[in-house]
Each structure stands twice: as C-alpha cells, then as structure tokens.
C-alpha cells in the first residue's frame, strides 16, 4: 500500500513542498512517481519520515540527518539510537525546567523587594538552554517558516545554540524594560523591537499587518506565549503591543 503525498503530509504535519524539498535533496526520495508526477510514499518511506522528523525535533540538521540515515543499517538500531536521543533530550529540558523556574524566583523576588531587576547568575539564564523548534511556530507564516527553516538547516550547532540564546536575552531585555516602567511605545522597547524586525526581514519582507499577525501570535500561541511568560508574567502581551505600536509607528 502507498499513500499519496498529500496524505502523508496530513499523517505527518509536515507541509507538502517540504515532502517535495526531501526529495529533490535525496534525503525521501517518494516509493514511486504517478500520473503528473504526483509523489507516493509507501511503509519504508513513512518509517524514513518518522526518522527524520525525530531528528528535527533534535534539533538535528538536514545535512547532519542525511548522514546519520545513509550510516546506518538496522531500523531496529536507529529507532533505539532515536530513543537514546530522545530520554537526552528529555535530561535537557528537566535543565531547562530548572533553569526557568531559578529565573522566576530571582524576578519575584527583586519585585518583592523593590529593586531593579538583575540576574545573579548570567550564565544560569542559558543552562539546559539548546536551539527550540522556533520555525515549527511559524507555521502561521508559511513563506517566513520556509526562510527560517532553510536558515536552521544550514547553521551549524554552535551557530544555533547562540542564535537561540540570543533570542532568549533579547527577551530578558524586554522584562527589564517591562519590570523598569516602560510602556510598550516606549523608545528603548522600540528600539529592542526595530531589531528584531530587521532580523525577521534579512529572511524575508514582512508587511506591517505581517508583523502584526506576528505579534499576536506571541499571545495566541501557547508555546511562544509560555516560553515568555516563563521569563517574566505579562511578556507576551508587552511583546505584542510592542509590535503593535512599532508597526503603527514605523511601517505604517
């Protein structure tokens, strides 16, 4: 039995032109070619496809994937490499959990004491802290979720590790601003948020509605919007008026 590739896409999550995108790369060639080149995929291929995705959700690049998949010989001995990965994985994010909840306690209490916000430990704010599935986000945004999954897939561990912790102190720097008084129109939060939309944009124009709809997704979806509330109560909805005044201000 073969499946076509519109309903592999719907099993799997995964957009067709990034079905499309793993076969012109070599990395799942389809079971066979039909009528106007229509792409099917049978068992071997789905099982391929699942290895794959366990790889992305390691934040593995497809270059990386590709390699390890040509390695290797037995399925049985992949899927239990997979699970090694994965209980790591599972290590990584307990880090992660105890990071965020050390960064909550020192925010309440600088706030209970009345006194400007400050991390003791810098270096605390990034343990356990690895590149997210910041594109799997995106989906809402389908031509910029392409940009920034071609740019992932192309970076190299290190580059991604500070790429993510980058985006993690840009937002730290919000919850100072947040905690310091600034409303969200204020020049040093816009200033915060022009950068931001200059990275956005070195992928791929985005309209002022565009940055809008970005902005609030950071509220209406619950992995962004948890990712910032972690880091200080209220950060999702500053993040979005933020963008909402940058975008009335600037792009309008």
Request: no cysteine.
């Amino acid at each position: 039995m073969d499946w076509p590739i519109e309903e592999v896409a719907r099993m799997s999550g995964v957009t067709a032109r990034t079905l499309r995108h793993y076969d012109e790369t070599g990395l799942l060639p389809p079971a066979r070619i039909g009528v106007g080149g229509r792409r099917y995929y049978a068992e071997p291929q789905l099982l391929r496809l699942q290895q794959i995705l366990v790889l992305r959700a390691l934040d593995v690049g497809l270059p990386e994937i590709g390699r390890i998949l040509s390695e290797q010989v037995d399925e049985v001995d992949a899927l239990r490499g997979h699970r090694e990965r994965l209980l790591a994985e599972r290590n990584r994010l307990d880090a992660l959990a105890r990071t965020v909840s050390r960064t909550i306690a020192e925010l309440e209490q600088s706030r209970k004491d009345g006194s400007p916000m400050t991390i003791n430990r810098p270096e605390n704010l990034f343990e356990g802290v690895q590149p997210s599935q910041y594109e799997d986000n995106m989906r809402a945004f389908p031509e910029l979720a392409e940009a920034v999954g071609r740019r992932a897939d192309a970076m190299s561990q290190s580059d991604a590790d500070a790429a993510h912790r980058a985006r993690t102190a840009q937002m730290i720097r919000l919850a100072e601003l947040m905690a310091a008084g600034h409303p969200a129109d204020a020049d040093p939060v816009q200033a915060e948020i022009d950068a931001q939309y200059r990275t956005l944009t070195e992928l791929r124009a985005v309209s002022a509605e565009g940055y809008r709809a970005i902005g609030r997704s950071v509220v209406d979806n619950e992995t962004w919007r948890a990712a910032y509330e972690a880091i200080a109560p209220g950060l999702a909805a500053y993040q979005r008026d933020a963008i909402e005044a940058y975008a009335a201000g600037r792009l309008a």
